[in-house]
């Protein structure tokens, strides 16, 4: 298939905005490009896309390996939509090695959901530090946003960062856990478990019945161990299972009690606000650190010095005023 | 009592060289300053004091607060001052809320040992993001080292960061724990316990030495779980107690079988040559940051800019861009 000529500007925002899944997820990739010539069309998308934001629940979901991260979604989904949901799943696709994606993988793990034409998948590579997430799966989000999806789930493994990252981007937080407390409880780290707004045991169907509800009952006690959060929710632990359903109206009802709750109270408006800073701090610090290392008399200076550096010869504290000073004399 | 002269660098460099406390204390002192003229003045002193560190053992203490931290350090520096060793402490002291610590707290609860004239205490404040370790609490150790001290502990509270930290400061970090150890592994964050070398159950004296070393097994049972670490010294579980000194001659050898190890191996040097490129690079971001925050174009531009984020006004690409550009600017 032969690359595309680039759409300007005009035909992305319009794209966005009429829902064209093509245009979507064109301006996805876009704003993941990090070509020069790229990252300043798409700001200028951003900002014209901005107004048309923030109207959806935006869901993150993590859980390690083998939890059933994927099956679950796809079940859930099938919940979403049917309440008269457009969703967007932003998913990691752990059978792809590049940003491209396998998104027939991604079709077999979610199930019919894929196909439905309520629903937008978008897959992503997980490779990079942040397993999965990269730094603009929040501008994807919004642009999912932007083309009238109303439920955003982003999906990520639960690695440790990526998991901040991602609780800086959506309004609640599901855990996802298999039966069996004892050992989850040391695969897990703490913070990811103390970030969660619900918890949900999965494969709570056949003979895991009795051990979902167990660990149930672990996690609930665990889990009055933990502050009450900001927003006065309490962390439940629910069990469901992907295969048979049971249990995913249930968590439904949950979710939407919780977003009454946060959305009244103003808490997720306020929430939200604070993410934005917090990205946008970020995102300068990125930039900032992007100049630097790119700047030519860094690249060609910081190698030797941190040669020396390395073997003892210059001290820390004057190897980073060197090259701050070479950075700014250019 | 009032602020004396600043000496110059040489006065600096030789008072640290010929092991004068005062001028040890002044040293770090001045590394530990924000002020400019100060910083640079830190620099060439760091510069010269270089190619006389090195020469110590370099040892990581962490735990929560209340598992006896200072007490423990106490009662193992005099072991390690009873082999011939000059001791010194970078240690948190919780009850000073500035820099200028209370010394005498800190002597209280180690004891006899900061009245030891083969021991250096120094106290930090407890402040800040990294829990009492300041950024500069690496070229503190170094300094001590240049004064001629060869055992270096640095203290530590167990809530995170401030062990990332530190990890990349020492030779080894030993984990000191409580009696009771299904408690415990919820209190502290998993990253920490695979970050320790050795552990050691404190406070295995009295009615405590049953829990101690039932604790002892659960730990040495979950550290089965963890991969070998790089250097192939599997990480033991100790018990002792500082009150008795039961088991801290048994540290101290296992200490001294690491020590062998990681020496003979190269491990430990190839370890400290990543450690100051790691540095290296932590302080070129800090100095990026410093400098790009400090800018006054910046401080004008934005907080007008993250107020149009907050409200969602502005993309957070854009804006970041916009700050970028002011900077590069002027």
Not at 117 to 122: A, N, W
Not at 279 to 284: D, E, F, G, P, R
Not at 297 to 321: F, H
Request: hydrophobic share 40%; with cysteine.
């Amino acid at each position: 298939m032969s690359r595309k000529k680039r759409p300007d500007k005009e035909a992305y925002i319009e794209g966005v905005l009429a829902g064209d899944r093509v245009m979507l997820s064109r301006a996805i990739t876009l704003v993941e490009s990090k070509l020069q010539a790229d990252r300043e069309l798409a700001e200028e998308v951003m900002d014209a896309l901005m107004p048309h934001t923030g109207k959806s629940f935006r869901l993150g979901i993590t859980g390690v390996p083998g939890v059933g991260k994927s099956t679950f979604i796809g079940r859930f989904g099938k919940e979403v939509v049917s309440k008269g949901h457009k969703l967007a799943v932003l998913a990691i696709d752990p059978s792809s090695p590049s940003s491209r994606g396998s998104i027939l993988g991604d079709k077999t793990r979610m199930g019919a959901l894929a196909a439905d034409p309520r629903v937008y998948v978008r897959p992503s590579a997980t490779g990079g530090a942040l397993g999965g997430i990269s730094a603009n799966t929040r501008e994807g989000s919004l642009i999912c946003e932007a083309a009238g999806f109303d439920f955003i789930i982003i999906e990520t493994v639960g690695v440790g960062q990526s998991e901040v990252a991602v609780r800086h981007m959506v309004d609640a937080f599901l855990l996802l856990l298999l039966p069996g407390a004892g050992d989850e409880l040391q695969g897990l780290k703490k913070g990811i478990v103390e970030m969660a707004d619900i918890l949900v045991v999965n494969k709570a169907d056949g003979q895991s019945v009795s051990p979902a509800r167990e660990a149930q009952r672990a996690y609930s006690q665990a889990m009055k161990l933990f502050p009450p959060k900001l927003h006065n929710f309490p962390t439940k632990v629910l069990t469901c299972s992907s295969l048979t359903g049971d249990g995913i109206e249930r968590l439904w009802n949950e979710l939407t009690d919780y977003w009454q709750l946060v959305y009244k109270s103003g808490y997720m408006e306020e929430e939200r606000r604070s993410q934005r800073v917090h990205w946008a701090k970020t995102q300068i610090t990125d930039f900032i650190e992007l100049y630097f290392y790119a700047h030519p008399s860094i690249k060609e200076e910081m190698p030797k010095l941190l040669q020396k550096v390395r073997e003892g010869e210059v001290a820390t504290l004057s190897a980073a005023r060197k090259l701050m000073e070479l950075f700014l004399q250019n």
